[in-house]
């Protein structure tokens, strides 16, 4: 089925361990960005791509890396899991933040990550 | 500083009610989403404006550009239409700035 699939839902972590959030989508979306979504907050930009080879920050981005080698694929890394980390992340995909159709933006499913 | 602030928070209403969420933003905006968050928390798009209105079933989203804010209607509220409403503006930029979120409960 066509959409964006975020793996692990769950995870728990060590403070001080890495990990990886996989984002994938099969719709050749040039957009895609990660969210961070925490209780009393709205989502919060991590870093996104307009396209492959090309990343830039968003408005949380200390703490996340991420890269973009295929137009599918945007993986997000924590390098060293801090407790202020623990939150809910959602990958969103688009071909255009502008275009004026329905369901310009497809949400992943989230994954919810708690640092120890 | 551009931000969006979403009115009101919470919103509880009866069945058949028409309801009206507000969305206001800075200057400068390109576009203006409204976002569906589930209970179990999925989120779904629902439109993107940058000027007018657009309307999708019982869904009608509009604009004014010159006062700088957006409203959601929901026409003949039913149960199943209680969950989060999201709006965000797209600056200029590719990046998307997020209202904390309108929570509507809708009882039989």
């Known amino acids: 089925n066509a959409g964006v699939t975020q793996t692990p839902k769950f995870q728990v972590l060590k403070t001080g361990q890495s990990m990886t959030l996989q984002c994938a989508q099969d719709?050749?979306?040039?957009?895609m960005s990660w969210y961070r979504q925490d209780p009393g907050m709205g989502l919060r930009l991590i870093h996104y791509?307009?396209?492959?080879?090309?990343?830039d920050q968003g408005e949380v981005p200390n703490g996340y890396n991420v890269s973009r080698s295929t137009t599918e694929d945007f993986p997000l890394r924590l390098l060293s899991a801090a407790p202020s980390q623990t939150s809910v992340y959602f990958c969103?995909?688009?071909?255009?933040?502008?275009?004026?159709?329905?369901?310009?933006?497809?949400f992943g499913a989230g994954s919810r990550l708690t640092v120890l | 500083k551009n931000e969006v602030e979403q009115s009101p928070q919470n919103l509880t209403a009866q069945e058949g009610e028409f309801i009206t969420i507000n969305c206001s933003y800075s200057v400068g905006i390109s576009a203006l989403h409204w976002l569906q968050q589930h209970p179990g928390g999925g989120i779904v798009s629902l439109f993107m404006l940058s000027s007018g209105k657009k309307k999708h079933g019982r869904l009608i989203a509009t604009i004014n550009i010159q006062e700088k804010h957006s409203s959601l209607h929901i026409t003949a509220s039913h149960p199943r239409d209680s969950a989060v409403y999201i709006c965000?503006?797209?600056?200029?930029?590719?990046?998307?700035?997020f209202g904390t979120g309108t929570r509507l409960q809708v009882f039989p």
């Open positions: 719709m050749n979306h040039e957009y």
């Open positions: 791509s307009v396209g492959a080879g090309i990343t």
């Open positions: 969103a995909s688009s071909y255009s933040l502008r275009d004026s159709g329905a369901n310009v933006l497809t």
């Open positions: 965000a503006a797209l600056y200029n930029t590719d990046k998307l700035i």
